[in-house]
């Protein structure tokens, strides 16, 4: 059943055999959301950038903080949609990037362009590591490509959106605009 991926769309009505194989797949869900009950509704914090750059913590519980991450992850398939190539793209334009991780010496992003962002410069660094959190979105100006890792070079640029509550979007996503060098 599963080699054939029209094999689902195309049987009708489902035998018992289709029934069961299709069953297997959400019966341990009741008990799994049965655990995740006692952890849905625990406090927890998530941090927020203000307007004026000022950190805040706000009391929220697990279930808010997955709504919000999920949120974040659906934002993060909206960027770059214009861009077809980020090859294509001149020094200094900037895009939209997704904080994916913080190294030592390096924050690594995500560009939905198929194509990692790595940031290394120390003032681009200390920014995003004093105002931003993983799976926050930035605008980044691209310096160039590391061909051999398939790496775009990027500094910086501003907060996503400064004067929202936690640096999300509350409109769709603006297209990149070319940044003066």
């Known amino acids: 059943m599963k080699q054939d991926e029209t094999f689902w769309h195309t ?7 289709m029934l069961e194989y299709a069953a297997q ?12 009950q006692q952890f849905l509704f625990m406090p927890c914090y998530e941090r927020h950038i203000n ?3 000022e950190m805040t913590f706000e009391h929220i519980t697990v279930q808010a903080k997955i709504f919000n991450d999920t949120r974040k992850c659906l ?4 960027i770059n949609n214009d861009i077809k190539d980020i090859t294509s793209l001149d020094a200094g334009h900037e895009i939209v990037a997704f904080i994916k991780n ?13 194509v990692s962002g ?8 200390n920014t995003l ?7 926050d979105l930035v605008y980044v100006l691209l310096h160039g490509f590391e061909r051999h890792k398939g790496q775009a070079i990027l500094s910086f640029s501003r907060q996503f959106n400064a004067g929202g509550d936690c ?15």
């Open 11 to 17: 049987v009708r009505p489902l035998s018992e055999q």
């Open 129 to 135: 590591e004093k105002f931003n959190s993983f799976g």
């Open 102 to 114: 913080y190294r030592r010496d390096v924050i690594f992003c995500s560009l939905n362009l198929g």
């Open 167 to 181: 640096g999300l979007p509350s409109s769709p996503i603006p297209a990149p605009q070319q940044v003066p060098t």
């Open 75 to 78: 934002q993060y398939a909206m």
């Open 51 to 53: 307007s004026r750059g």
């Open 118 to 125: 790595v940031i290394r410069d120390p003032h681009s660094r």
């Open 25 to 36: 797949d959400v019966i341990f869900l009741p008990r799994v959301y049965e655990k995740m």
